[in-house]
C-alpha cells in the first residue's frame, strides 16, 4: 500500500520540483515593456523563461500579461524566483485547483482563486514588492459587455488580483469575473498578446514572449459555438468567435515587427506539444526547462537590445 501511494504522488507532482530555482530577483530595473502572452498551462514556458531573465537581472519596468501571462508577470514584478512554476508543477493535480472540487468551489474546472487567495497552502506572494510604484504592471481582461479588451494597471484599479483573476478565467469552462458590476472572462478572447498597448504607450524597448513556436497559427476559422453559449453577450461572442483569426493576424504583425526591429520576439524553440490543462507532469516541467534555457541561450541578444551592449 505505502508503495501505491508513493507512485500517485510521483505521478501528480513534477519529479524535479526540488530543482527550480530559488531567490529573490535583483533591486535592478531595466527600461522597456514585456508583453506575456497566456496559454493556460503553456505558461509554463514563460515562467522559466522569466525566472531565468530574473536570475540574470533582467527585470523589465513594465509588464503587461494575458492569462497565464499576468498570473507568472505577477511572481516576475515580485521578483520570486520559481514561485510560479512551483506552485503549478506543484498543485495541477491538487483538487482545489483543477478538477471536481474546483468546480464545486468555483463552479469551473480551473479555479484560479486558488493562486491568489490560498496564502496558507501556496508560497507567500511578496506584496510590498509587487505593489512598489518603481513597475507598471497590467493584467488584460476581456469585457463581457463590450467585447473589447481592458487593461487593468497596478495602482489604478481597486483591485488587481480580481483584475488578474478575471484575465485568467478561461471562456466555456469558467463563469464570468465581475469587476466593478462588470463582467468579465479570459483577456485572450479579446486580445492573446498585447503588444500593441506597448507600442501605444510609446515603449522604444519592447520582449514579446510567445507560448507557442514562431510559425504557430490557429485554424483560420469562426468558433461557432460562441453564439450559442453567449447568446446574452453577443458583442462578446463576436469577439470571441473571430479569436482564432485575429490571433494568427496578431502573430503575423509581430514577426514583422520583430523583422523590423520595432520589438523583439521569443518563442520556444521547438513546437510545444502541451495542452491548455495538461496533466502530465512531466511534460510541464520539460516546458519550463525549456524557457529556462531558451532565455539562457538568447541572453547576449536580449540584453544588447535593452542595454545596448
Not at 56 to 78: E, T
Not at 287 to 308: F, I, P
Amino acid at each position: 500500500m505505502q508503495r501505491v501511494i508513493q507512485r500517485t504522488k510521483q505521478e501528480t507532482v513534477y519529479s524535479r520540483l526540488s530543482d527550480i530555482p530559488r531567490g529573490s530577483a535583483s533591486d535592478q530595473i531595466v527600461d522597456g515593456c514585456l508583453v506575456l502572452e497566456g496559454g493556460a498551462f503553456r505558461g509554463l514556458y514563460t515562467q522559466g523563461f522569466l525566472d531565468a531573465m530574473m536570475q540574470n537581472d533582467l527585470n523589465m519596468s513594465s509588464v503587461i500579461g494575458v492569462s497565464a501571462g499576468a498570473l507568472g508577470g505577477m511572481n516576475y514584478v515580485s521578483g520570486q524566483i520559481g514561485r510560479s512554476a512551483r506552485i503549478n508543477l506543484g498543485h495541477r493535480h491538487d483538487g482545489r485547483y483543477v478538477g471536481a472540487k474546483a468546480a464545486l468551489h468555483s463552479r469551473s474546472l480551473l479555479d484560479i482563486s486558488f493562486l491568489v487567495e490560498e496564502r496558507g497552502i501556496l508560497e507567500p506572494f511578496d506584496e510590498a514588492r509587487f505593489f512598489q510604484p518603481e513597475r507598471t504592471f497590467v493584467a488584460v481582461a476581456t469585457n463581457c459587455l463590450t467585447g473589447e479588451p481592458e487593461y487593468f494597471e497596478k495602482g489604478k484599479c481597486p483591485d488587481i488580483v480580481r483584475a488578474v483573476r478575471a484575465s485568467a478565467t478561461m471562456p466555456y469552462i469558467s463563469p464570468m469575473v465581475k469587476i466593478g458590476g462588470v463582467p468579465y472572462l479570459d483577456g485572450g478572447c479579446a486580445c492573446k498578446i498585447p503588444y500593441v498597448w506597448a507600442l501605444a504607450r510609446g515603449y522604444e524597448k519592447i520582449i514579446v514572449i510567445r507560448t507557442r513556436d514562431k510559425d504557430f497559427r490557429k485554424e483560420d476559422r469562426l468558433h461557432g459555438a460562441a453564439s450559442t453559449v453567449y447568446r446574452k453577450h453577443p458583442e462578446f461572442a463576436r469577439r470571441l468567435a473571430r479569436s482564432n483569426i485575429d490571433y494568427n493576424h496578431q502573430c503575423d504583425e509581430i514577426e514583422w515587427l520583430h523583422s523590423e526591429g520595432r520589438l523583439l520576439r521569443m518563442a520556444p524553440s521547438e513546437p510545444v506539444d502541451v495542452a491548455r490543462l495538461e496533466g502530465d507532469m512531466e511534460k510541464l516541467g520539460d516546458l519550463y526547462w525549456l524557457g529556462w534555457n531558451d532565455c539562457n541561450e538568447r541572453l547576449d541578444e536580449m540584453k544588447a537590445y535593452l542595454l545596448g551592449s
